[in-house]
């Protein structure tokens, strides 16, 4: 994956967000364990799992994230610069002087500050361009540009209402360089709803130095630590658009992020003690979670042990928080399909002592 977006629209508030993960962030790809958050759509692709590359590249975000994801949209290279070519190019500021390769070719072409109108290709690599002082993160502005001049060249000459009468021959032509879970209509009815926010409602962000830590993985390789609490922070600036809990109760208040994720938890009795799931169950809902199922485990566990079966980090934190598990027996189960998120089973430790009244 060489280049990863993730955008928000909110038709109620009027308002977008567009936030851009570093490929070498280090996260724990739902199944895999710790990768490069950049592996999660070979994996997925690799392994042939349900929806492939894009959907444990989806799960893998929302993990990290703790927000919410229905679509993707993956844009090969030649459907980009086909695509920028059809809207006769974009209109980029260039901030400082920057030399670029034309992919492909060995072409180097110098830009000079200033304003300039680039056609598909040049467009790709100053968007591609990651041998700057600033590396990927320099990189990750100047493809934010590059989307958002897209959007202002359809604006600027109108060109909106021209493109849907052409969507479905362009859609022909550039199919097999776009793979999306949306449908044509889909994409005509959010070009025609993002069409109309305005540009200073759109909050962009990049996940930058002052929200990771620099490391190695086991493997040698240059790495991307994030340090959540910061990640958190600049999550709810870009995505939060209003409401009783704003971004900073909602980055001190575990509860509340435990709630805004809605999490479907499972409690099971692994202990062998009567009734214990039971009342978990009604423990916690108690303290606000979502708890969906009672039910006996398949077999006799001796620690408390949880199962994660679609991303709910603050919910996962918050439940070993308050059930006072030091070090919690955790494993990544992905299924987009399970009836439940997270799945606790309680074991014999569990039912010796526990907090409950």
Partial sequence: TDTMMLFTLDPISNTAGILSIPRDMWVNIPGYDYHKINQAYYFGELDKLPG????????????FLGVDIQYYAQIDFNAFVRFIDEIKGVKIRVEEPITVVVMGTNRKITLEPGVVTLPGDIALAYARQRYTEGGDFDRARRQQQVVLAIRDRI????MLPTLITRAPVLYNELASGVRTNMSLEQVIRLAWLAQQ???QNIKRAVIGTDAVEFGTSPDGLDILIPIPDRIRLIRDEIFTSGGPVGPVALAEDPASLMQAEAARVSVQNGSGTDGLAGQTATWLRDQGFNVVDESNADQFYNVTTFFVYNGKPYTLRYLTTLMDIQNPRVYNRYDPNAPYDIAVVVGSDWAASNPMP
């Fill in 52 to 63: 492939g590359g894009p959907a444990l590249a989806m799960e893998t975000v929302k993990q």
């Fill in 155 to 158: 604006l600027s000459f109108d």
């Fill in 197 to 199: 926010i305005p540009e």
